[in-house]
T-cell receptor
Framework: AQSVTQLGSHVSVSEGALVLLRCNYS??????LFWYVQYPNQGLQLLLK??????LVKGINGFEAEFKKSETSFHLTKPSAHMSDAAEYFC?????????????FGAGTRLAVHP | DAGVIQSPRHEVTEMGQEVTLRCKPI?????LFWYRQTMMRGLELLIY????????DSGMPEDRFSAKMPNASFSTLKIQPSEPRDSAVYFC??????????FGDGTRLSIL
């Protein structure tokens, strides 16, 4: 069965520092993997996705993630944090092999950015 | 372009009352999803539709919950009777086949 684990419910970084949000998944079939961001009182917004092909994927707002099959990981990074990056981030994997429909989400990581 | 539109944004009602949440998907999208978000359980898929037909309702918690999609531009999620444990943020999302889901801003539901 598919599952998603996000390590660290809260991460705090200084403005300009590296952002690293960790996600590990479990899937019996080649997964589709996603990172979404949620700002207060808003819905989820897609940051980036991995389906097939290049394992390093770039998303919006300077974020990127690397699919590592051997480590079953899909960690999200950004070289230099900005105050506007403060939000909650969700990793997700599709269920049932292929497609964008049935997703399961991790518990989320709240990112705080300090001046 | 207009995104997914949900109404109301906030709903406070008393236990036992019927609650109706509404969603207008993005025009042209043929998939519609209902999610529930709580602190305890995170984000859960309740049900999804394709071309107005329910495809998978295995996430619907119990018979008190029902969802309909009478046409391509409108869906409802009803809870009857409501209970305090139904308090959550409910999200609607829509997508085109083989594309990522777009989420609305959610309805924050409080059952007293």
């Amino acid at each position: 069965a598919q599952s998603v684990t996000q390590l660290g419910s809260h991460v705090s970084v200084s403005e300009g520092a590296l952002v690293l949000l960790r996600c590990n998944y479990s899937s019996s079939v080649p997964p589709y993997l996603f990172w979404y961001v949620q700002y207060p009182n808003q819905g989820l917004q897609l940051l980036l996705k991995y389906t097939t092909g290049a394992t390093l994927v770039k998303g919006i707002n300077g974020f990127e993630a690397e699919f590592k099959k051997s480590e079953t990981s899909f960690h999200l990074t950004k070289p230099s944090a900005h105050m506007s990056d403060a939000a909650e981030y969700f990793c997700a994997v599709n269920i049932g092999g292929g497609g964008y429909n049935k997703l399961i989400f991790g518990a989320g990581t709240r990112l705080a950015v300090h001046p | 372009d207009a995104g997914v539109i949900q109404s109301p944004r906030h709903e406070v009602t008393e236990m036992g009352q019927e609650v109706t949440l509404r969603c207008k998907p993005i025009s042209g999208h043929d998939y519609l999803f209902w999610y529930r978000q709580t602190m305890m359980r995170g984000l859960e898929l309740l049900i999804y539709f394709n071309n107005n037909v329910p495809i998978d309702d295995s996430g619907m918690p119990e018979d008190r919950f029902s969802a309909k999609m009478p046409n391509a531009s409108f869906s409802t999620l009803k809870i009857q009777p409501s209970e305090p444990r139904d308090s959550a943020v409910y999200f609607c999302a829509s997508s085109v086949s083989n594309q990522p889901q777009h989420f609305g801003d959610g309805t924050r539901l409080s059952i007293l």
